[in-house]
């Protein structure tokens, strides 16, 4: 998945250190490994890979992370057309992302 990325710097992610309890989920649902576990606390490894699919943030017991506020919004949608069109050669399908 490394070799598909959104555009660098766009994301709107954020991680409370503070309220972070350390239990991993961010780290297991995260389908582009963005969090590691740093000591007792996730940190952001890969800001860049986000995909702003939320599955950090639905899954988070403490609600410690931020992912895009914006109900219509969430890029992972024109990632996905994107990935489709790459691999079966055909045009990606129009909209999905703001």
């Known amino acids: 998945m490394k ?3 959104y555009i660098d710097g766009v994301a709107i992610l954020q991680l409370d250190a503070e309220a972070c ?3 991993g ?3 297991t649902v995260c389908p582009h490994r ?3 576990l740093d000591g007792k606390k996730a940190r952001i490894a890969d800001y ?3 995909m702003e699919c939320k599955a950090c ?3 988070c ?3 410690a992370i931020l992912v895009n506020p914006d109900e219509r919004c ?3 949608t024109l990632i996905i057309k994107g990935w489709l069109a790459k691999l079966t050669g055909k045009p990606a399908a129009v909209g999905g992302c703001c």
């Open 3 to 5: 070799d598909f990325r």
């Open 21 to 23: 309890i350390g239990c």
């Open 48 to 50: 860049d890979a986000c």
């Open 61 to 63: 017991p403490v609600s």
């Open 74 to 76: 969430g890029c992972a």
């Open 34 to 36: 963005i969090f590691v």
């Open 57 to 59: 943030a639905r899954n």
């Open 25 to 27: 989920m961010c780290v």
